[in-house]
């Protein structure tokens, strides 16, 4: 693989720590910040917000942007936004960072693909693909963990801090490594992309998203303070946590893919998503056993992103019935439709941790769970009054959030 893939690997890795190493830190930069949880885990859904607004918008603005100066200029934009994190005076100011580098997290994921398989040969395009996104896999397992810890024992600001530098170096790394004269796919317009949403079959699908990761997400976002204020975990061990929650995810994404290309993607999403609002649920009742909980976030990691696969290859199966010429565009907003439940998943959670408390987020998390469970339900019965087969796809679809 040449070396430039590696770069783009690098800003990966770096875009998919800042996005998740916040969870670790929220009850850190609330007591910082002389802010409540909830409102600490606002930063988790402006982020969010900024990833599903950056992926369609902003891709369509750019679309005639020179793809290497598109990718130094997104770094660039991150890395600024996390410096702002990093000096960031009070709440309002890292609101304002966090917006900024889901910004360029949506676009340079958007884009991500299409620089990664003008790398190489056409056979070794979804090699190429799945290599770059192993960098957001490697931020769970390792940087997550990493930048929990350094936020913990040197302030949240360093952890900010330590991802801009990561930032950099992909920049100059893309600069130097990155070739100047790659193709760029035919840019799609706004109103091309906005037609997307007039198709009720796609819309279910997005809504199915939507809900498996917002229900997670309520619960996900508050983590952290219910390891520490109900299971008793000191906060230098939260890091640890998180890495056996990232082990977990790495080790649930191949699982999901084998099982969506094995069964097909609805009935591999029923399955996915059925175990996923039973952890939710256990966890309400393990959750004040420091064993039991470990035990219980190992298995939530196991398949709070197995659904990933099967939920992008069901989009582009949708999407090549209901809008051929605008498939590519589809699973863009698949992938924003992803960062809509996150951010709808960390607002609410905040709501219900303000009203109910901490541990009412992991059952109302599952019921929310089940409800992409029964859409899921629906799309499948959808499927076979059409007579759509069960695996109307063949081969495995690269995906990420």
Known sequence: MPLALWALTLSAFAIGTTEFVIVGL????????????????????????????????????????????????LMMLFTVGNLVAWMAPGYGALMA?????????????????????????????????????????????????????????FGWQATFLAVSLLGVVAMIGSWILVPANIAGSKPSSLPAQLAVLKKPRLLLVYAITTLGYGGSFIAFTYLAPI???????????????????????????????????????????????????????????????????????????????????GLQVYVVQRAERDAPHAVDVASGLNIAAFNVGIALGAWGGGLIVAKLGLMATPW??????????????????????????????????????
């Open 227 to 309: 390891l520490q204020e109900v299971s008793g975990f000191a906060a230098s061990s939260v890091g640890l946590v998180m890495l056996v929650y990232g082990v977990s995810v790495a080790a649930g994404n191949i699982w999901g893919g084998k099982l969506a290309d094995r069964k097909g993607p609805l009935p591999a999403l029923q399955i996915v998503f059925a175990l996923l609002a039973l952890v939710l649920l256990v966890l309400t009742f393990t959750a004040p056993n420091k064993w039991l909980v470990l035990a219980t976030v190992l298995a939530w990691g196991a398949v709070a992103f197995g659904n990933v696969p």
């Open 364 to 401: 109302i998390g599952s019921l929310i769970v089940v409800g992409a469970f029964l859409l899921t339900t629906l799309a499948g019965w959808l499927d076979r009054r059409d007579g759509v087969p069960v695996k109307a796809i063949h081969g495995a679809a690269v995906a990420t959030h």
């Open 26 to 73: 929220i009850p850190t930069i609330a007591a910082s910040l002389g802010v409540s949880v909830p409102s600490a885990g606002l930063l988790v859904s402006l982020y969010a917000l900024g990833v599903a607004v950056g992926a369609p918008v902003l891709t369509a603005l750019t679309g005639r942007v020179p793809r290497k100066q598109l990718l130094i200029g």
């Open 97 to 153: 960072a966090r917006v900024l580098t889901g910004l360029a997290h949506g676009v340079f994921f958007s884009i991500g693909s299409t620089i990664a398989t003008s790398l190489v040969p056409k056979e070794k395009a979804a090699s190429a693909i799945a290599l770059m996104f192993t960098g957001l896999t490697v931020a769970l397992v390792t940087g997550v963990p990493l930048g929990t810890f350094i936020g913990q024992h």
